[in-house]
C-alpha cells in the first residue's frame, strides 16, 4: 500500500509516501491522508491538502501506471489539468492539455495512462478531496461482467478518453461515508469494501452517463466547520447505533438548529437523520442475530429498540421477513456450515 509519488512544486520535485502517515515538508504546506482503504486492486484515499501560497503543483506521469481514477471534490472549487500525449491518437480534435474546472460537490473520472497533471491551489485553504483508483485492465474486467466488448468500447469512450464529470449525489456522499467507517465490520470488512467500492463506481458512472454537470442543480453542500461535526455524528451513528440521537439534543450538541441539522444531514447522505439511526440499529441487530446468535428480543434492546411490535415491523420492511424467521434461516445456514465443515 506504501506508494511513493513525486511531484513538482515550482520546478522543484518532493517526493510524497502515500500510506496515511507520510506528511508534506512544511516549507510548502501539507499534504495529509486520512485513511487509505484497498482491496482487490481498488485503492481509496480520503485527502487534506493546504499550501502555505497559491501553488501549482504538477506531477508529470503516474509512476507508470494505466489507471481509472475517480476524484470527489468535496468543500473548494478548483482548477487542474491532464496533459495527455495520446489523446490525439484518439482524437484528432481534441487538445493535448485538457483544463478542467472543478466544483465543490463535484465527482470527475478520466483514464490516468501515465499522463502528466497538475492543479492550481489557493493559499491557506483545505481542500478535501476523495479518490480511486483501479487498474485500467480491472476497470476492464469490472465492466466485462455486465456488458458486451462492444459495450465497453463505447463506454470507455463515454468515461475515460476526456475528463468527465458529475455532481455528488446524496447516494454517492453516502457510500463515501460508508467506506470511511468500513473497518466496524473487522473480519468482514473486505467483502464489504469490495461491494461499496463497486456500488460507488457505478453510481459515479450512472450519473456521468445520464446527467450534464450544468443541468444537474448543485446540491447546496454545508460549510467546512458543518460537515466535519454531522461526519463525525455520522461516525458516531455508525459505531453506536443504540445511543440516543433526538433531533433537539443533537441539534443543540453540534450548535445548529434541528432544520439545519435535518436540511444538512439530507444533502450530505441522502436521508434522514431519523431514518439513518434506523437503519443503522436494524443492521446492528441482524448482525448481532446472525453473528452472535443473540435472541430477538436481546438483539432488539442491544439496538435501542423498546418496542418490539415496532421493531418487528422493521425488520421486516428493510430485511423481506420477519426477525424470527431470519433467526430461523440463520439456525439453519450455521448448521449446514457445521454438517460441511466435518
Not at 465543490?104 to 478535501?128: H, L, P, Q, W
Not at 478518453?161 to 453516502?174: C, Q
Request: glycine share 4%.
Amino acid at each position: 500500500m506504501n506508494v511513493n509519488k513525486k511531484i513538482y512544486l515550482e520546478g522543484k520535485a518532493v517526493t510524497v509516501q502515500l500510506d496515511g502517515k507520510h506528511t508534506f515538508p512544511h516549507d510548502y504546506g501539507k499534504i495529509g491522508i486520512d485513511s487509505v482503504k484497498k482491496h482487490n486492486n481498488i485503492v481509496y484515499r480520503s485527502w487534506n491538502i493546504q499550501f502555505n501560497k497559491d501553488i501549482a503543483a504538477e506531477e508529470q506521469d503516474n509512476a507508470g501506471l494505466d489507471e481509472v481514477q475517480i476524484m470527489f471534490n468535496i468543500n473548494h472549487d478548483i482548477s487542474w489539468f491532464v496533459k495527455n500525449k495520446q489523446i490525439s491518437t484518439i482524437d484528432s480534435h481534441s487538445k493535448v492539455k485538457e483544463k478542467v474546472e472543478m466544483g465543490k460537490g463535484e465527482v470527475c473520472i478520466f483514464r490516468n495512462n501515465d499522463y502528466s497533471t497538475g492543479m492550481t491551489y489557493a493559499a491557506d485553504i483545505t481542500f478535501k478531496f476523495k479518490s480511486m483508483q483501479m487498474p485500467t485492465s480491472f476497470f476492464r474486467t469490472l465492466l466485462s461482467k455486465f456488458f458486451s466488448t462492444k459495450d465497453i468500447r463505447a463506454l470507455e469512450t463515454q468515461f475515460l478518453i476526456h475528463v468527465t464529470k458529475t455532481s455528488i449525489t446524496p447516494e454517492m456522499f453516502k457510500v463515501l461515508s460508508e467506506i470511511d467507517t468500513s473497518d466496524r465490520f473487522k473480519e468482514y470488512e473486505g467483502i464489504y469494501l469490495e461491494s461499496k467500492m463497486i456500488e460507488l463506481t457505478a453510481l459515479v458512472l450512472y450519473g456521468i452517463a445520464y446527467h450534464k454537470t450544468e443541468e444537474i442543480q448543485r446540491l447546496a453542500v454545508p460549510n467546512k466547520k458543518d460537515t466535519e461535526r454531522i461526519e463525525l455524528l455520522r461516525e458516531q451513528i455508525q459505531r453506536q447505533p443504540a445511543d440516543e440521537y433526538d433531533a433537539p439534543s443533537v441539534a443543540s450538541s453540534l450548535g445548529m438548529s434541528v432544520s439545519k441539522l435535518n436540511r444538512s444531514f439530507r444533502t450530505l447522505y441522502g436521508t434522514s437523520l431519523h431514518a439513518y439511526v434506523q437503519d443503522k440499529r436494524l443492521e446492528y441487530a441482524a448482525h448481532l442475530i446472525q453473528e452472535h446468535n443473540f435472541a430477538i428480543s436481546e438483539a432488539a434492546q442491544k439496538a435501542g429498540y423498546t418496542n418490539m411490535s415496532h421493531f418487528s415491523k422493521s425488520f421486516s420492511k428493510k430485511y423481506g421477513m420477519l426477525p424470527k424467521h431470519f433467526l430461523e434461516k440463520n439456525k439453519q445456514r450455521h448448521l449446514e456450515l457445521f454438517i460441511s465443515s466435518h
